[in-house]
């Protein structure tokens, strides 16, 4: 395994200009008006970049359900796995803010085992908040995590790991009722102590009305730009999520194109035996390549 690549970007990176990121920056960025960036990462390496390219906040989201583990829904992933991924981010980030998304039945059961829970992603993988899906039953969660000094990110609207209750994966809050349900439960979670909230799946509409009602910062996934700031699927955003990208998606690149073009080409070199090359292998000295041909002679390939 060679690891130069890290090292030598280490050199190039090592005076990076971003100072460390807390949720008082990113209320600050809401009073300013500067849109707040946050994307998903779930391993060292992705996570190095979008911290060095100065995104705000990283979400260990349990989409890594899907697109990290091949899942069909996000409620499979297990705490365990949650922070084995949330570990190797954490080794990864310098500036932003690393949230760990709790998973399905981690915080369903009982308050006592969200906390429990909630407490080893900050004590054993180094988060510094938790988010949490869901509405007003979740409140009395809300306050007790702030009572254990764990800041709590809410998730409000097409909250994936309601799939079956939804019906499917639809837009949330299209009635007026629906809407003003979402308000509510939004100036709950504020109210309870969240630090910050993610509006998914909603109309723009809807999610302005909250993101100017609220005074906690709002951060958007397919929730229109009058939120407080924006976060992808980092897997959606480099088109390596092998599914039809969701209306609000878009793609800034393709690794998937890029994977293909570099796993084809040494598939092709080593079928071809053009890799390795003379300059890419290692040898003997003329002593030692000596002795052994002359201990047993090497037959060369024609
Ligand atoms: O798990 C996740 O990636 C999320 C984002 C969609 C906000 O919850």
């Known amino acids: ?28 960025k809401k009073q300013n ?13 992705t996570a190095r970049l979008v911290d060095e390219a100065g995104i705000d906040l990283i979400l260990v989201g349990d989409s890594l359900a899907q ?22 981010v954490r ?8 949230v760990a998304d709790m998973p399905y039945g981690s915080y369903h059961v009982s308050v006592q085992e969200g906390v429990a829970n909630a407490a080893r992603f900050m004590k054993e993988a180094g988060a510094e908040a938790v988010k949490i899906e ?23 609207g097409l909250t994936p790991q309601s799939v079956h209750r939804m019906g499917g994966y639809k837009v949330q809050g299209k009635s007026t009722a629906a809407a003003d349900t979402l308000l509510k439960d939004a100036l709950a979670l504020e109210e309870a102590g969240a630090v910050a909230i993610v ?22 996934i397919g929730a229109g730009p009058d939120c407080d700031g924006q976060i992808l699927v980092f897997h959606d955003l480099v088109n390596l999520s092998f599914a039809k990208p969701a209306k609000f998606v878009r793609q800034y690149g393709d690794a998937a194109g ?18 390795p090359s003379e300059n890419e292998s290692y040898h003997l000295t003329k002593e030692a390549r000596a002795a052994l041909e002359s201990a047993s002679p090497i037959r060369r390939k024609a």
């Open 67 to 88: 697109v990290v583990l091949g899942y069909d829904t996000t409620l499979p992933v297990t705490m365990e796995e949650m922070l084995h991924h949330t570990r190797a």
């Open 199 to 220: 509006l998914e799946g909603m109309p723009r509409e809807v999610a302005q009305y909250i993101t100017h009602r609220l005074n906690i910062p709002t951060i958007g």
């Open 33 to 45: 008006s500067k849109p707040i960036t946050a994307l998903t990462a779930y391993d060292y390496a």
């Open 258 to 275: 890029l994977f293909r073009t570099a796993i084809d080409g040494y598939l092709h070199d080593v079928e071809k035996r053009e890799f």
């Open 91 to 98: 080794r990864a980030v310098k500036h932003a803010i690393v």
């Open 134 to 156: 869901g509405v007003i039953k979740r409140v009395e969660l809300v306050e007790r995590l702030v009572d254990a000094e764990i800041p709590v990110v809410g998730h409000l």
């Open 1 to 28: 395994m060679s690891v130069t690549n890290f090292c030598s970007a280490d050199a190039q990176t090592a005076s990076a200009p971003h100072a460390k990121v807390t949720f008082q920056t990113l209320q600050e």
